[in-house]
């Protein structure tokens, strides 16, 4: 295991599954988003759900495309062996870093740490893909080649943000973001890199459950601080219940449909991979949500009952509505199936207006979300043949 050629692993590999390595460089990105999280909280609790959705989305689009980055070339490249441990120990590294400076850059927009973090990623992710390069041959040897100038022009630019004045710092993040999406548009378009479908799905659903765990956590410790600080248990538990109703029923949500079914090719997985910053987004917000509204009902919070029950029911919201967009539909049968989670979404949404049980209210929504789905999906089978898959129907 000490040194091995690197060369694309087989897509059609058997029980291909996630390396203890890849969990571990998974947990290291909790601290980025508890970060990015606590941020949030404070700027909505504190009345500027401006400038806060703004700063979240700015960082937390950081967090999620350092992980993507080394997620999809795990999945065509990884050979396990000491120098490929080193590079992704490097880029942890450069992943706790980045999480140090999500304060900086979220209050005061500064990215200096931010970007020196990047700048460790990247040094360590560019030699895999020469590394890759080294060990293919013709379009292969192009993408990955691709790739490494791709990472390098981009970097570049962030270095360059950093010398651009302070009122042009996020505009001039905005161009940076689409450069970074179109990197790997470009790189494959002569060649698809071998990525493994199966397991790109399930790095998916783990970083979605790293995710969820982290809104469990926050808000747990939200809740008991309250409680220690206030004992105002009587206002606090239908948070709580509400809160981890919303939680178990997007898990159970999100990994109802075999994902890796329909991915099989470019055409469907970059926006399905692209659309889950949306998804990990607004499941991390569902946590901040509950902090502010466990604020709000011990009156640190200087919102209105309405802000605080938006924090909750728009996060929960968007992640039931990106779900269905990039998951469910793709597997739903008949209008009544389709319209399942679009509809709960809407309800979600409507309890904004419902009071101090407003969180409770959406946790009973999302339940019934759940059993009605289970009912309607376990109904025509038994009276149908299971559909083909939909990949084979494409």
Sequence with gaps: MSYTRMTARNRAE??????PLELFFDLCFVVAIAQAGARLVHALAEGHPGAGVTGYFLVFFGVWWAWMNFTWFASAYDCDDVPYRIATLVQIAGVLVYAAGVGRAFDGNDWRVAVIGYLIMRVALTAQW??????ESGAARTAALTYAAGLVLCQAGWVALLFAPEGWRRWL???LVVCELLVPVVAERGHQTPWHAHH?????????????????????????????EHEALGELLPLAAGGLLIVFAAWWIYFAVPMHERLISNRVAIPWGY???????SGAAIGAGIEVAVEHAVGKAHI?????????TVPTALFLIMVW????????????????LPLSAAAVL????????????AGLVATATVAVGVTLSERPAAHHPTPPAVGARR
């Design 275 to 281: 659309g889950h910053l949306l998804i990990f987004a």
């Design 350 to 361: 409507a309890c904004t207006w419902s009071g101090t049980y407003a969180v409770l209210y």
């Design 325 to 340: 967009l990039l998951h469910s539909r793709h597997f739903k049968r008949g209008p009544a199936q389709q319209l399942i």
């Design 130 to 135: 020469l590394r890759a390069a080294a060990g």
């Design 200 to 228: 790109i799905a399930e790095r998916y659903g783990l970083f979605t459950i790293i995710v969820l765990g982290e809104t469990i956590a926050a808000s747990t410790v939200a809740v008991k601080s309250a409680i220690d």
């Design 173 to 175: 993040f905005l161009v």
């Design 304 to 312: 209105s009952q309405l802000a605080a029950n938006a924090s909750v």
């Design 14 to 19: 058997d029980h291909r599954a996630s390396t």
